[in-house]
Nanobody, 123 residues
Framework: QGQLTESGGGSVQPGGSLRLTCTTS??????MGWFREAPGKEREGVAFIRSDGGTKYAESAEGRFTISKDNAKDIMYLQMNSLKPEDTAMYYCAADTRKYGGTCSFGRVFDSWGQGTQVTVSS
């Protein structure tokens, strides 16, 4: 397994924006994703991206969040716009380092996880 490190979290007002960054080391992955976990709730998938650029979003993120990846630098991003209080959560990046190809979406098993970065949206 490689290492994943998230950054870019913080506190913003509703309607604000943040860009999360996930840096990777020692591996490349066909499928990566962003997840979040709010207090008292289960971890949920937010967005997923394949190495060929294909993406998938949770309904709550569609139209507001954009996942992207710089394959040359092995960095993944999550641009979050129009943030809402319900977006408040710990955000994690994850990668499937064992399987190449296939569907990159909800239900995929990810074996490498970062430590998380906190996003707080409040006025």
């Amino acid at each position: 397994q490689g290492q994943l490190t998230e950054s870019g979290g913080g506190s913003v007002q509703p309607g604000g924006s943040l860009r999360l960054t996930c840096t990777t080391s020692r591996f490349r992955s066909w499928c990566m994703g962003w997840f979040r976990e709010a207090p008292g709730k289960e971890r949920e998938g937010v967005a997923f991206i394949r190495s060929d650029g294909g993406t998938k979003y949770a309904e709550s993120a569609e139209g507001r969040f954009t996942i992207s990846k710089d394959n040359a630098k092995d960095i993944m991003y999550l641009q979050m716009n129009s943030l809402k209080p319900e977006d408040t959560a710990m955000y994690y990046c994850a990668a499937d380092t064992r399987k190449y190809g296939g569907t990159c979406s909800f239900g995929r098993v990810f074996d490498s996880w970062g430590q998380g970065t906190q996003v707080t949206v409040s006025s």
